[in-house]
T-cell receptor, first 116, second 114 residues
Framework: AQSVTQPDIHITVSEGASLELRCNYSYGATPYLFWYVQSPGQGLQLLLKYFSGDTLVQGIKGFEAEFKRSQSSFNLRKPSVHWSDAAEYFCAVGAGNTGTASKLTFGTGTRLQVTL | NAGVTQTPKFRVLKTGQSMTLLCAQDMNHEYMYWYRQDPGMGLRLIHYSVGEGTTAKGEVPDGYNVSRLKKQNFLLGLESAAPSQTSVYFC?????????????FGSGTRLTVV
């Protein structure tokens, strides 16, 4: 069964500092990987996704993530954090084949706080 | 705006009451999902549907039922609400396989069972 681990429950960074949110997944084949962001009281918005090809993917709002198969990781990064990036971030993994429904399994989330 | 609409946004139920949450999407997506979100547990899949007239159990289906009579609608029912079902419920939809194109989420329903 597929699973996702986000080891950091809560991270605080200063505005303008760089950010890296960790995500480790478990899946037997090639996974589809996603990062979503959730602002308080809102639904989840897709930041970026990885299916295949270039292992460094660019997303919205200046975010990027790198797929590292050898480490089973898909960490999210941003060079300079803005106060508006304060939110909860979820990593998710989906089946990378056509044999199953496209269910996503989500991590438990990382809450990002940005100090001014 | 196109997307996923959830109704209602908030609800308070008494233990033992029943209710139905409605999810509607206008993107012609085949797949629809119901998740619940609880603090420290992320999102857990309750039920999902891979097309009109189909439903399947997810990770935490007990105490819930679903129906997909029309392609654009996915209903989640609680027959006899329990305090453990206090949660935020999210509906999502996606295009058909191969591979998920990512989900489009609704804005959520906050349910409190007292």
């Amino acid at each position: 069964a597929q699973s996702v681990t986000q080891p950091d429950i809560h991270i605080t960074v200063s505005e303008g500092a760089s950010l890296e949110l960790r995500c480790n997944y478990s899946y037997g084949a090639t996974p589809y990987l996603f990062w979503y962001v959730q602002s308080p009281g809102q639904g989840l918005q897709l930041l970026l996704k990885y299916f295949s090809g270039d292992t460094l993917v660019q997303g919205i709002k200046g975010f990027e993530a790198e797929f590292k198969r050898s480490q089973s990781s898909f960490n999210l990064r941003k060079p300079s954090v803005h106060w508006s990036d304060a939110a909860e971030y979820f990593c998710a993994v989906g089946a990378g084949n056509t044999g199953t429904a496209s269910k996503l399994t989500f991590g438990t989330g990382t809450r990002l706080q940005v100090t001014l | 705006n196109a997307g996923v609409t959830q109704t209602p946004k908030f609800r308070v139920l008494k233990t033992g009451q029943s209710m139905t949450l409605l999810c509607a999407q206008d993107m012609n997506h085949e797949y629809m999902y119901w998740y619940r979100q609880d603090p420290g547990m992320g999102l857990r899949l309750i039920h999902y549907s891979v097309g009109e007239g189909t439903t399947a159990k997810g990770e935490v289906p007990d105490g819930y039922n679903v129906s997909r009579l029309k392609k654009q609608n996915f209903l989640l029912g609680l027959e006899s609400a329990a305090p453990s079902q206090t949660s935020v419920y999210f509906c999502a939809s996606s295009q058909t396989r191969p591979g998920p194109g990512g989900y489009t989420f609704g804005s959520g329903t906050r349910l409190t069972v007292v």
